[in-house]
């Protein structure tokens, strides 16, 4: 039998990882709903929703570390959030489920947020650029998810500026280099240290999980018990013939 190449009209193409998942919906949903409030109370919006460490500590604004996420300054800036958040979050909410994937995603943005705050309250008199002014913006928690991406897809392909190809390990080292100069450059408007806060609050997160550290304790706990139990104790293992005169205490 004759086989036969493929046509055009057989060949299918795709964009991006696909169909959008519950949890990267939602806050799609959400910062999209925000940014639009902005338009018409912008600076009430940003006031009350943005996180600004000085009003954390004046007003107990707790709820800024969370808030903060789902605010934006322009276009562009959602538009390349909420674009890289379906790259990546969609694949690693399949592969973690939607509950895991929605706790890292507000460990990683909350831990991002904190850096700022602990930048803002530093005995030195570069904090006053952290404590006054609000900082917004997903980018704390993308950069979380960048770092969970590099982690379990090292070797998966970004197309950067669409065109060039560098794989995920090497494209977040990249941008993790760029945040750490640009940090220690200072200005340019963007919280580059929020992202450097994303990339390691993500970091420490899943090395937490791995290394299960609530597992650890309670091990070394029943360790320690059994170690104590044998002081009391003589045990001794059973199964052999020439055991039967042997006795437990």
């Not at 604004?61 to 605010?71: D, E, G, K, R, S």
């Not at 276009?75 to 958040?85: A, D, Q, R, W, Y």
């Amino acid at each position: 039998m004759r086989g036969r190449y493929p046509s055009l009209s057989d060949v299918s193409y795709s964009f991006g990882p696909g169909k959008l998942t519950p949890a990267v919906k939602a806050i799609m949903i959400a910062n999209v709903a925000v940014f639009v409030l902005t338009f018409f109370a912008r600076s009430d919006i940003i006031r009350q929703l943005g996180l600004k460490p000085a009003a954390l500590f004046s007003d107990f604004a707790i709820w800024q570390l969370v808030t903060y996420m789902f605010v934006h300054a322009s276009v562009s800036h959602i538009f390349f959030n909420m674009l890289t958040l379906w790259f990546v979050g969609v694949e690693l909410e399949r592969t973690w489920g939607t509950r895991y994937f929605t706790k890292y995603y507000f460990a990683c943005g909350i831990g991002a947020g904190l850096t700022q705050v602990f930048l803002g309250i530093l005995p030195f008199a570069f904090a006053d650029q952290f404590y006054n002014p609000s900082t917004v913006g997903a980018s704390g928690a993308i950069f979380g998810l960048l770092m969970a991406f590099a982690l379990y897809f090292p070797t998966r392909t970004f197309l950067v500026f669409f065109v060039f190809p560098v794989q995920a390990r090497y494209f977040v080292m990249i941008l993790g280099a760029m945040s750490l100069l640009f940090s220690l450059g200072g200005g340019s408007g963007m919280a580059h240290t929020a992202h450097l806060g994303g990339l390691l609050s993500g970091y420490l997160y899943l090395k937490g999980k791995r290394l299960n550290v609530i597992s650890e304790i309670q091990y070394r706990y029943l360790k320690w018990r059994i170690n104590r139990m044998r002081k009391k104790f003589d045990v001794y293992s059973g199964g052999r013939r020439d055991d039967y005169d042997r006795r437990v205490h």
